[in-house]
């Protein structure tokens, strides 16, 4: 059993606490090493910049030599939650439970929150309010359409690499990754950021007229969720006949333009949509088993219509408190501009990283011909300063990624720590996946976990653990899932409802399953153990309350 990975973080002296919350959504599996070196050299870095750009930090506030953002420990990615509480102390509006409730729901085992004499800065929390003017005020986000932009020529660019030399194929990757990582990064992030102010808002004004849960559905069919939209042109897909020449275009138009998608698609090495064009065809003829009735499109339009009632319904209760009634308006309009541009700020990197990902893919490929590597993804086992190498002499690293891969498979099979503070637990101490016991539920118990999207349905339980076979799942059936990343989302269409292990109120796939007018109720402790595969459940999306009813 090993107890470090090749590309582990040292844990910060100074912000002690971190999470898996909301970042395995991200990355549920180990990092391989260069996705963890662009983490160390470009990610936590862009991260910085988005907190300095926010007003929560100065650049000084970070140690200079060691990652502290984004930690990597057994392998595994995890988030740092000090520095997250500090941001929610300087914040106006804000504290730090705010804080830890977006980030991992109702979990239990987090440390409790202590105060350092420098988390408190006035300096700070004026320039933030600055910040926060600005996202109440503002029409557009014209930034996101130029990244936007830049990811399309790159995409319209990109050259036949396998026309490409092997030195060709790694310059282009490491120089796309130079030029623009850091800075769409950071651009994510600040807007991450950004959308929590109107979330907040529209939170507080809810709980003050002693309706809570119409929060959910203020933030439900916002429109132009571009997580969304792979679903949407899969369901298009799914009507029409899979052998015509119709179809066979539409699905290369679908692949040209949402290829870079797939499960765990942060991760290099991790198959997409393009890369394995089964993945979409699998989900599309799940979909093609659906009645007209479970179209994506028209649950947006439901939701949209009650999203827009209840806004005037909500400010009209404010109305006498013309400063309450002024942030109110100004947060519904702020949020679906915040939400979208979330989504939108994610896909630019998203499609960055697929660039990077094919040429590296093609390389890998030729190894694989030349007897080098066993796959074309054993690239990921490279780390940043050994490409040279890899180019060079690709044999002599050859025993390396061999160990390397056997060491990722053993850490694969572990249950990493949800939350820890100080020095983690070395994965020697860890559970195996699966091995945890948990008490499994029978007729008329509930579980509780926190709304995702509003509604209620009723539905057979299918647990289904791996996004990349969807056939267990039913037209009707009620998903019950480990996580929620966007390699998900198209198997909530045939859906009744969904039910997810672990997630928070701005995960992606939250903010997806509002925009496709899913049920869902995420951050169900041990759903998928506890939850018989089979089982009617009845999910409320409102309570967030699952209820086992036979």
């Not at 909301?22 to 996705?35: H, K, Q, T, W």
Request: charged fraction near 25%; proline fraction near 8%; aromatic fraction near 8%.
């Amino acid at each position: 059993m090993i107890d470090r990975w090749i590309v582990d973080s040292e844990p910060s002296a100074r912000y002690p606490i971190y999470t898996r919350g909301n970042v395995g959504e991200v990355f549920p599996d180990p990092v391989a090493p260069l996705s963890g070196d662009i983490i160390r050299l470009y990610a936590e870095h862009g991260w910085r910049d988005a907190l300095v750009r926010f007003g929560a930090f100065d650049l000084d506030e970070f140690d200079p030599d060691n990652a502290e953002i984004i930690g990597i420990f057994g392998g595994y990615c995890f988030l740092n939650v000090s520095i997250s509480r500090i941001l929610g102390v300087r914040t106006p509006g804000l504290t730090w439970e705010s804080v830890d409730q977006q980030l991992w729901g109702e979990q239990p085992g987090v440390p409790d929150y202590a105060p350092q004499p420098t988390d408190e800065s006035p300096a700070h929390s004026e320039r933030i309010q600055q910040t926060l003017g600005w996202v109440l005020t503002t029409d557009s986000l014209p930034e996101l359409a130029e990244d936007g932009a830049l990811v399309d020529r790159l995409r319209a660019e990109r050259p036949d690499l396998t026309q490409l030399s092997e030195q060709q194929l790694v310059d282009r990757m490491r120089d796309l990754t130079d030029r623009y990582f850091q800075k769409l990064f950071a651009r994510h992030l600040f807007i991450t950021y950004c959308a929590t102010v109107p979330v907040g808002i529209i939170q507080q004004v809810c709980n003050a007229v002693g309706r809570p849960t119409d929060m959910l559905k203020l933030m439900a069919g916002v429109g132009d969720v571009e997580s969304a939209a792979p679903s949407y042109a899969m369901w298009e897909l799914s009507r029409l006949d899979a052998d015509s020449d119709e179809c066979k275009t539409k699905f290369a138009e679908f692949l040209h333009e949402f290829g870079a998608r797939g499960p765990n698609e942060w991760e290099m090495r991790s198959p997409t949509w393009e890369t394995d064009p089964d993945l979409a065809l699998v989900a599309i003829e799940q979909m093609r088993r659906s009645p007209d009735a479970f179209s994506p499109v028209q649950h947006q339009a439901e939701r949209a219509a009650e999203r827009a009632r209840l806004g005037e319904e909500i400010a009209a209760m404010v109305e006498g408190d013309p400063e309450t009634h002024g942030q109110f308006l100004a947060a519904l309009h702020a949020a679906p501009i915040f939400l979208a541009g979330r989504e939108r700020s994610k896909t630019n990197n998203i499609r960055l990283t697929h660039e990077l990902r094919l040429g590296m893919h093609e390389l890998g490929r030729r190894l694989v011909e030349r007897g080098i590597f066993e796959r074309p993804n054993n690239f990921g086992m490279v780390r940043w300063d050994e490409l040279d190498q890899l180019v060079d002499d690709p044999a002599s690293l050859a025993p390396a990624i061999h160990e390397r891969e056997v060491a990722y498979a053993e850490l694969l099979t572990l249950e990493p720590p949800f939350v820890f503070e100080g020095t983690p637990p070395p994965p020697s101490q860890w559970t195996r996946r699966n091995a945890h016991l948990a008490s499994v539920v029978g007729q008329g118990d509930v579980l509780h976990g926190l709304p995702g999207c509003p509604g209620k349905a009723r539905g057979r339980a299918r647990v289904v653990l791996d996004s990349h076979d969807p056939t267990a799942l039913e037209p009707g059936d009620v998903l019950v899932a480990p996580i929620t990343d966007p390699s998900w989302t198209p198997l909530f269409v045939p859906a009744n409802a969904v039910i997810v292990d672990v997630g928070a109120p701005l995960s992606h796939a939250i903010i997806v399953s509002r925009e496709l007018g899913i049920p869902c109720v995420v951050s169900v402790t041990d759903a998928t153990r506890r939850i018989p595969d089979g089982s009617m459940v009845e999910v409320d999306g409102d309570t967030g309350m699952v209820t086992v009813i036979g």
